[in-house]
């Protein structure tokens, strides 16, 4: 069983579409977060999410919007898509504070 | 706010050698937890040691092992024995304690060491 799961895994989109990517856990975590790696592979978190309730937001730009419509679910919509938003993208649950990630979707914006 | 270095952007080591890859972090917390994630072709990211500053003892998880020193803000991770299995971007990261603020926790990552097993 994957524990924690994103769809889809490839997105390759033109600029100024709107797309969602979608996470789902089954680990039970109360908490979920979505974190940005860039083309030179550096990490940044963007939201977390605790018991459905927003908590970061890392000064991401109004175009991604989050949802959480239960604690095992957490979406990333993205809107009017620009070039700077290909990169791979993770969700990520956590349990007693050790992170576990999901396989990522790399996105790719033309 | 909390910073990560890692300095060796790239390293090779011969299958079965041991190799050391370093990271220093900046911060003025006391508590806090220190990560060493694995990134292999595939992408996925996985958790290969944890340690929480609070424990003297250095973390060890089969063939890896950690050297924490608090006092100089070290956290070096050892690969004995490697395998070509350990092929992978290795990331160092920091994650301050924040009590039962969950969701506040969040990990910031070092950029990383690209290591490299050869046959």
């Known amino acids: 069983d994957t524990a924690v799961s994103q769809t889809p895994k490839y997105l390759v989109t033109q600029m100024g579409n709107d797309k969602s990517i979608k996470c789902e856990q089954n680990?039970?975590?109360?908490?979920m977060y979505w974190y940005k790696q860039d083309s030179k592979k550096f990490l940044k978190i963007m939201f977390s999410?605790?018991?459905?309730?927003?908590?970061i937001n890392e000064t991401v730009p109004n175009r991604f919007s989050p949802k959480s419509p239960d604690k095992a679910h957490l979406n990333l919509h993205i809107n009017s898509l620009e070039l700077g938003d290909s990169a791979v993208y993770f969700c990520?649950?956590?349990?007693?504070?050790?992170?576990?990630f999901g396989p990522g979707t790399r996105l790719t914006v033309t | 706010a909390q910073t990560v270095t890692q300095s060796q952007p790239e390293m090779s080591v011969q299958e079965a050698e041991t190799v050391t890859l370093s990271c220093t972090y900046d911060?003025?917390?006391?508590?806090?937890?220190l990560f060493w994630y694995k990134q292999p072709p595939s992408r996925q990211m996985i958790l290969v040691i944890r340690?929480?500053?609070?424990?003297?003892q250095n973390a060890t998880e089969n063939r890896f092992s950690v050297n924490f020193q608090k006092a100089a803000k070290s956290f070096s991770l050892k690969i004995s024995d490697s395998q070509l299995g350990d092929t992978a971007m290795y990331f160092c990261?920091?994650?301050?304690?924040?009590?039962?603020?969950?969701?506040?926790?969040?990990?910031?990552f070092g950029t990383g060491t690209r290591l490299t097993i050869i046959p």
């Open positions: 990520a649950s956590s349990q007693e504070r050790t992170k576990y």
């Open positions: 680990l039970g975590h109360d908490t």
């Open positions: 999410y605790n018991n459905k309730e927003l908590i």
């Open positions: 911060t003025s917390e006391n508590n806090y937890y």
């Open positions: 340690q929480e500053a609070y424990k003297q």
């Open positions: 990261a920091f994650m301050k304690h924040v009590g039962s603020n969950f969701g506040n926790e969040k990990l910031t």
